[in-house]
């Protein structure tokens, strides 16, 4: 499976051409729609959709130049919406929450409480500041970030559900998650964050 991001066929909807302007002119390989308007494909996009969705190709032409293994190749991803939450590991001793990918952090980033005034949460920018001025922090949610992206990009749900746990969550999984949930904004998906522990407080 590709791991580079995609870019999506305005015609048959697969993630089959290179990202925003590098997919400009690109020829669809499942449809063989020319991603540059009406003009060089001869046909509205309307029309080439409805060819597509009775023949497979925006027309009978294009079927020859089409390897049916395209359709296999490249995925029509149905993932339009992720949920991030953060927890602590300490309230949910019995059973942990449901989720599709379960990051623990508890070892991974050290606890900053020690050295931070009392009652301030990762929503706090001291907290913020006080995970990312540490450089093994920054490397490992860069790397964190990283299967993240392969996660999604393998998925096949329509629902991605990511839960980011530490020892009581209102530190480090609050201000991780909200990372989670900011960057994953910019690629364009909808999301919804929330901070359990935080509310239960
Ligand atoms: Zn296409």
Known sequence: ??????????????????????????????????????????????????????????????????????????????????????????YFSEKLPECNLRIDLRNKIQNPQDHLPKGVTGRDAIVIKTIFKSEQNKKYISSLMKRIQKKINETDLEVFIIAVGCRSGIHRSVVVADYISESLKKEGYEITTEHINLKIR
């Open 1 to 90: 499976m590709e791991n580079k991001k995609m870019g999506k066929c305005p015609c048959c909807e697969y993630y089959s051409i290179g990202f925003g302007e590098e997919g400009l002119w690109d020829i669809c390989p499942v449809c063989f729609w020319e991603n540059g308007g009406d003009g060089p494909n001869h046909m509205t996009l309307e029309e080439a959709r409805k060819n597509f969705n009775q023949i497979g190709a925006i027309d009978k032409k294009a079927l020859e130049f089409i390897n049916p293994e395209s359709k296999n190749k490249y995925k029509r991803k149905m993932l339009n919406k992720i949920k991030v939450f953060s927890f602590g590991f300490k």
